[in-house]
C-alpha cells in the first residue's frame, strides 16, 4: 500500500503561482511512476505531468512551459509548481503513483485561479 497526501493549493489570482506537494508512505519503494492529475467541474480527470523512476517527464500540452513537475527522494515528496496560472486551471489536483500491485491517489487538493 502508498499513501499520498497532497498540500499547497489554494485561491490565487491569474499569472499568480503555486507550489503543491505529495507526500508519500508505506510501500514507496516499489513505484514506478508518480504524477498529478486534476479534475475540473463537470470534466472528467486529466493527466497533468507525470514523473517515472528513472526521472523522466511528461506533460500535458496545456501546462507546458508552465508547470514543473519534480521529486525529493529523500523526503519522499513530489512537487507540482505552477506558474502563470489561469482561470482554466481552476480544479482539484490530486496525486498519483503506481507500483507493481496498483494504483493509488491522494485526497486532492483545491486549486482556484480568479481572474
Known amino acids: 500500500q502508498v499513501q499520498l497526501v497532497e498540500s499547497g493549493g489554494g485561491l490565487v489570482q491569474a499569472g499568480g503561482s503555486l507550489r503543491l506537494s505529495c507526500a508519500a508512505s508505506?510501500?514507496?519503494?516499489?513505484?514506478?511512476?508518480t504524477g498529478w492529475y486534476r479534475q475540473a467541474p463537470g470534466k472528467q480527470r486529466e493527466l497533468v505531468a507525470t514523473?517515472?523512476?528513472?526521472?523522466?517527464?511528461n506533460y500535458a500540452d496545456s501546462v507546458k512551459g508552465r508547470f514543473t513537475i519534480s521529486r525529493d527522494n529523500a523526503k519522499n515528496t513530489m512537487y507540482l509548481q505552477m506558474n502563470t496560472l489561469a482561470p482554466e486551471d481552476t480544479a482539484v489536483y490530486y496525486c498519483n503513483a503506481i507500483n507493481l500491485y496498483g494504483t493509488y491517489w491522494g485526497q486532492g487538493t483545491q486549486v482556484t485561479v480568479s481572474s
Open positions: 508505506g510501500s514507496i519503494f516499489s513505484i514506478t511512476r
Open positions: 514523473i517515472n523512476s528513472g526521472g523522466s517527464t
